[in-house]
């Protein structure tokens, strides 16, 4: 079995102890100082009890210092939940517009101070037909399909690329440091395993599909651009029949 490693986060509770065990060290190795060093002769001398400057410090610092590292952590730990519930669309787990956008933005900006290529691609997905499985099965079961939708997403992409919700039927995926050939696989995957998903409404197996645009880039490119180009091709995805994949490369004329 192997170990979990130590959380010493500001999060984890092996920081408290750890930080409780030094600030107590700290305390009694203050004490004997003060107690020790006498002002008046300006030497180093043991005071009158040294016992005391072991005893009180381990009494006192201990709980209080573990008291106050507890409150801590429990503002870090409610911090981060805020931090989650605002960046996180609560039906699927997956980002939510603004979040998505701003992580993306926040790459596009350090690709576009970076030299040599560190490209990548945008890709917008939405669900086909997706108004018919509300209207045929219910608001509750079209958002079970958006779930399964999400979680086929997320599993067919890296750790380090980023899926979010839009808003509805529609998701987005952003592929960094990614060529083209590889962008277009990963988008050929989503789509083959969101078809591949088992989907049963009432004990019925039912057929999902996504149609898929995309954008790819080198670098010099903005997140409304790629948005942009990557909706337009969305859309001749679905005029051509949807449940397919289309991804044509940034260039400024394109996006303009």
């Not at 801590?72 to 939940?81: F, G, K, T, V, Y």
């Not at 060529?179 to 009432?202: C, M, N, Q, T, W």
């Amino acid at each position: 079995m192997v170990p979990q490693r130590l959380d010493f986060s500001s999060r984890g509770k092996p920081r408290v102890y750890l930080l409780t065990a030094v600030g107590t060290l700290f305390c009694v190795l203050a004490a004997f100082a003060i107690d020790s060093y006498s002002f008046e002769t300006g030497v180093w001398r043991w005071g009158d009890d040294p016992l005391n400057n072991l005893v009180i410090p381990l009494l006192l610092a201990p709980p209080l210092l573990f008291f106050l590292l507890s409150k801590l952590r429990e503002l870090s730990i409610a911090h981060a939940e805020l931090l989650n519930v605002a960046s996180t669309d609560a039906l699927t787990a997956c980002l939510n517009r603004r979040a998505f956008t701003a992580l993306v933005e926040g790459y596009l900006e350090r690709v576009g101070q970076q030299q040599g290529r560190a490209g990548g691609a945008l890709l917008v997905l939405d669900i086909d037909h997706f108004k018919a499985v509300n209207d045929n099965f219910g608001h509750d079961t079209g958002d079970r399909a958006l779930r399964l939708v999400a979680d086929t997403i997320k599993a067919s992409v890296r750790e380090i690329d980023l899926v979010g919700r839009l808003g509805g039927e529609e998701f987005a995926v952003f592929l960094p440091s990614l060529d083209p050939a590889r962008s277009g696989a990963v988008a050929e995957r989503i789509r083959a395993a969101v078809r591949a998903a088992a989907f049963e409404p009432l004990g019925r197996a039912y057929q999902l599909s996504i149609s898929v645009g995309g954008a790819t880039f080198e670098r010099g490119a903005s997140f409304a651009d790629l948005y942009r180009l990557a909706d337009q091709r969305l859309y001749v995805a679905k005029n051509a029949g949807r449940d397919r994949v289309d991804i044509v490369p940034y260039a400024r004329d394109l996006a303009a």
